[in-house]
């Protein structure tokens, strides 16, 4: 069995590819990690749907300005420079295609660059936030995720099954195992783990893999 | 003109059975706790206002704020875009015991729809939604070759929002991220009511620095040391 990377080391992966002064939107829970693995000399401009952009790490315990949180609620410290505004203003970023790199979790993505990452099914209370508006307008709209479910069944599918929050809006996905490009409705491999070969990385995806002259080695550091 | 009023109680006494309320907002910052409490004590004294539609990103959460309006039986309809929350049981309860009302609608498309609304502009396409199952009996028109789905405005009779300054021409200015939906909620309502932690005179804010100005604004009282609900929740305050 192969090994993977954790969490930890796909966020690391997907901040290597963000620019000094991006506009980014991280959606909440396991994209926040990405703000903290930015490389030396790279420093992003973070969005919150709540109307803060150039907003920095947590304040220390205690220290909460609790009018003062991310879109995850979370408290929040600014940046010099950063600036408050009104929702409507706020997805007017979002939608008028203003922030450079959006980077969301999901359930699953399908090589068509649907997206299914709000709602498992009918059960339960649901509930939708800023999913569905954030995969559409920013210039790059990327995923990290785990390569298969827990259960072991694939992430990266032909057509999503649960409900989808946006259609063919995918362009990039960071795995434990791969990177992957979405283009002309296929996955493109760009990078995979070293120890693992092509065949083993195709049996646990969902979707026939696009196989370019050139694969680079997916390295991340310990973390 | 004077656009103040002595106290919260006079302040939420038009609020009637069966409005539409946008409450200002994102979770607990914007949160105007004391105005939503005012709007309790008096459906508790008097049985109104009742089935309520309440306008909020969220649902509520704990028992304070819009989840005490919910655990008090005021509210008939939630239209959010996030009806859950670190203690969101209020809301899913009667959700799940069908008896409230939820219409989800994306985050962005719940601020433009209330922005519409007080901007005159009854429906508007966005790419938000189009192929989803939110997006099912509402129509969809390509536009350079993409889709877009159509929404309406979403108007209110009573709008109540919190503000950190408010000269008494109904002038405000907001406290960090806590202006969130309010600006576009004062707009949206046919009577907006405001609570401030300062009331000062015509000319104390400085123009430059106005927000929201006062001609979407028609009462405003001050709450000269306002609760902040996720203090509250800290603390384990129940308000019942």
């Known amino acids: 069995m192969t090994s993977k990377l954790s969490n930890a080391q796909i966020a690391w992966r997907a901040a290597q590819d963000i620019e000094d002064g991006a506009y980014v939107n991280l959606g909440i829970g396991f994209p926040e990690m990405v703000a903290k693995f930015q490389p030396p000399g790279k420093q992003a401009i973070f969005h919150t749907e709540n109307g803060v952009l150039n907003f920095g790490e947590a304040p220390a315990a205690g220290e909460e300005d609790w009018d003062l949180i991310n879109a995850g609620k979370k408290a929040i410290t600014l940046r010099p420079g950063a600036a408050f505004f009104h929702h409507a203003d706020s997805f007017g970023m979002v939608r008028g295609g203003h922030l450079d790199v959006a980077i969301l979790g999901t359930y699953e993505v399908a090589e068509n660059g649907d997206l299914a990452n709000w709602s498992t099914g009918p059960k339960g209370v649901p509930a939708v936030g800023g999913a569905m508006d954030l995969v559409h307008g920013a210039k790059r709209v990327a995923v990290i995720t785990d390569h298969v479910t827990k259960d072991g069944k694939p992430k990266l599918v032909k057509r999503c099954s649960l409900p989808l929050t946006g259609v063919g809006c995918v362009t990039r996905v960071y795995t434990s195992l791969a990177v992957l490009d979405i283009e002309d409705e296929r996955f493109v491999l760009r990078e995979k783990l070293p120890s693992m070969s092509v065949e083993e990385l195709q049996a646990v995806t969902g979707a026939e893999l696009v196989l370019p002259d050139q694969i680079g080695d997916l390295v991340a550091p310990e973390l | ?240």
């Open chain 2, 1 to 240: 003109m004077d656009k103040t009023v002595p106290n919260l109680a006079t302040a939420v006494a038009g609020i009637e059975d069966g409005m539409v309320v946008m409450v200002g907002g994102f979770g607990g910052s914007g949160a105007p706790i004391e105005l939503i409490h005012a709007l309790i004590d008096r459906f508790k004294a008097t049985g109104s206002p009742k089935n309520l539609t309440v306008v909020n990103n969220n649902a509520g959460n704990g028992r304070i704020g819009i989840a005490a309006m919910i655990d008090a039986g005021m509210v008939a309809k939630m239209i959010c875009s996030f009806p859950r929350s670190a203690d969101p049981r209020a809301f899913t309860e009667k959700y799940l015991a069908g008896e409230i009302g939820l219409e989800l609608v994306p985050q962005g498309t719940l601020a433009e729809r209330i922005r519409a609304a007080g901007a005159g502009i009854p429906a508007f396409y966005t790419p938000a939604s189009y192929g989803t199952d939110v997006a099912k009996g509402k129509p969809v028109a390509e536009f350079d070759g993409k889709h877009y789905v159509q929404e309406r405005w979403l108007k209110a009779d009573v709008a109540i929002l919190k503000a950190e300054l408010a000269d008494t021409l109904g002038n405000l200015t907001y406290r960090k991220a806590a202006r969130n939906f309010s600006p576009l909620m004062a707009a949206a309502a046919a009577k907006t009511i405001v609570q401030a932690t300062s009331i000062v005179q015509p000319g104390e804010i400085d123009p430059e620095h106005v927000v929201t100005p006062g001609i979407f604004v028609d009462g405003i009282v001050e709450v000269s040391d306002p609760k902040q609900e996720e203090a509250l929740m800290r603390e384990g305050v129940a308000y019942a």
